[in-house]
C-alpha cells in the first residue's frame, strides 16, 4: 500500500509498504524500518503518534498473493525487511492451513532479524512452518556457515527441490531478488512459480 504525507507547508511524499498481516476490516498493519537518512521513516516511528492522520492508498497489487486453499508446497525467500511480506503471508496461513511453507530469510545480523520470535514460536507449533536465517555480516557463535550473501547451497539445504514445483515468493532489495530468483531458475524452478516483489531507494 502507499502511504501519503503532506507537510504544513503543502510539501507532499509518498512511499510504498508492505503489508505485514492480512488486513481485518479497516485494520491493516505495516513494519516501517526505521533509516537514519530517510525522509518518511524517521517521521513513522519517531513522531508519529496514535490519532495521527495519513493518507493511505491500497491495498495494491494481486500478483504477489498466496491463496488459503493452495495446498502445494511454498517457498519464501526474504531479503532484509523483506521478511515482512513473507511474514503476512505466513500469518495468513495460520489455523487456515497447513499447507508446507519453507522460509528462508537473509539479513546481515542476528540483531537484524525481523519477527524472529514469532517465526520461531510458530515453526516450533509442528504445522508444518520451517524457518531458517542466513547472514551476510555476522553470524550467531554456533553456525557452521560463514556469513555471505545467499547461495545456491543455502536454497538447496533450506528450500524445496523444484521437481516438487513449490511456489516460490522472493521480496527484498532489487539486487537480492534478482539474485535469488536467478538462483531459483538456475536450481530448475519454473518461471511461472517464482513471484516477486522488490523496493529500493526513493
Given at each position: 500500500m502507499d502511504l501519503r504525507l503532506t507537510a504544513e507547508d503543502g510539501y507532499q511524499t509518498s512511499r510504498s509498504y508492505s503489508l505485514a498481516a492480512p488486513a481485518e476490516g479497516d485494520r491493516i498493519e505495516i513494519t516501517v524500518q526505521r533509516l537514519d537518512t530517510g525522509e518518511v521513516s524517521p517521521f513513522l516511528t519517531d513522531e508519529l503518534s496514535a490519532g495521527g492522520e495519513l493518507e493511505v492508498l491500497g491495498p495494491l497489487g494481486g500478483w504477489f498473493v498466496w491463496r488459503t486453499e493452495d495446498p502445494g508446497p511454498v517457498l519464501l525467500v526474504g531479503g532484509?525487511?523483506?521478511?515482512?511480506?513473507?511474514?503476512?503471508?505466513?500469518?495468513?496461513?495460520?489455523?487456515?492451513?497447513?499447507?508446507?511453507?519453507?522460509?528462508?530469510a537473509s539479513v546481515r545480523t542476528p540483531e537484524d532479524r525481523i519477527y524472529a520470535a514469532e517465526l520461531s514460536r510458530r515453526a516450533a507449533e509442528g504445522t508444518g512452518l520451517e524457518v531458517a536465517w542466513v547472514y551476510t555480516?555476522?553470524?550467531?557463535?554456533?553456525?557452521?556457515?560463514?556469513p555471505g550473501r545467499l547461495?545456491?547451497?543455502?536454497?538447496?539445504?533450506?528450500?524445496?527441490?523444484?521437481?516438487?514445483?513449490?511456489?516460490?515468493?522472493?521480496?527484498?532489495?532489487?539486487?537480492?531478488?534478482?539474485a535469488a530468483a536467478s538462483l531459483l531458475l538456475a536450481a530448475g524452478h519454473d518461471a511461472a512459480r517464482i513471484r516477486t516483489e522488490r523496493f529500493g531507494g526513493a
Open positions: 532484509g525487511s523483506g521478511v515482512v511480506p513473507l511474514t503476512a503471508l505466513v500469518r495468513a496461513r495460520a489455523g487456515v492451513s497447513r499447507a508446507p511453507f519453507r522460509l528462508l555480516r555476522t553470524g550467531l557463535g554456533d553456525d557452521s556457515r560463514k547461495g545456491a547451497d543455502d536454497l538447496a539445504r533450506h528450500g524445496w527441490p523444484a521437481n516438487i514445483q513449490p511456489t516460490c515468493y522472493v521480496c527484498g532489495p532489487t539486487s537480492f531478488v534478482e
